[in-house]
């Protein structure tokens, strides 16, 4: 099966038949180490709740981003909520496609589908000039584009399995950032991604992101609890797994 027989059906950060999962992830920005909980649970109708907890360091612990999308929905619902707000706050427009503060972390690269739609790039067009591993197997080259903002999005999916490989994101023609991805994890995990790379283009400055533990089942409840209840728990259970081989 190849990418254009799996079109954008094929979540991003999907972790083969787990309806309700979660996973470590590991990165240092500069000197400063980082640590997050990424989950996710997937509903009737394509519906998909994704949330990314930061566990470390001390300052940011407990900051949250949630995603509520609709599969062929362009608006998904995402807030983000920093240990100083009272209140969660809504992120749209434009703002979904920067990072969540302090961070490399991109709204987008949280999402189970790009929005706006993306279609095939046709010859021609730019190819967004990405750098996906020839290592991983040919690719194809899709783009997003939201006039309003005047941001566009340039990725590589892996032909064989569906899996984004590469992003570039750019804002009136100039480069903002891009990722690509370093080492894609085994087929019993939907191949999900064990290590990316992101640039911030304007300094060159990079930071990788290690997956730290496979993606493990937890109760689609635990979604339902309060954010500190939520994050014990995930981290309770990520606790007693190995690191990925």
Known sequence: MVASDIGW?????????????????????????????FARRSGAGGRMVSRLVVLTPHNLRSTLVEIVEQHGDESPGVTVKLP??????????????????????????????????????????????????????????????????GYEVFEHVHRATGVTVARRVLCRGVETRSWEVLDLGPEVHGHLPARIRAVRSESGLFTEFVRTTHPRPIPAAWFDRDIDYFMRAVDAELSERARPT
């Not at 059906?9 to 920005?29: K, N, T, V």
């Not at 990072?99 to 987008?108: A, H, N």
């Open 84 to 149: 100083t707000m009272n209140a969660p706050r809504a992120v749209s427009g434009r703002h979904l496609f920067t990072c969540l503060p302090l961070t490399d972390v991109g709204y987008l690269d949280l999402m189970a589908w790009m929005h706006p739609a993306s279609v095939p790039v046709v010859p021609g067009d730019r190819d967004g000039r990405l750098s996906a591993s020839p290592a991983l197997g040919p690719t194809e080259v899709r783009r997003s584009a939201d006039p309003d903002s």
């Open 9 to 37: 059906a094929r979540a991003s950060l999907s972790a083969g038949p787990l309806p309700s999962f979660a996973f470590r992830i590991e990165a240092s920005l500069g000197d400063r180490p980082m640590t997050y909980l």
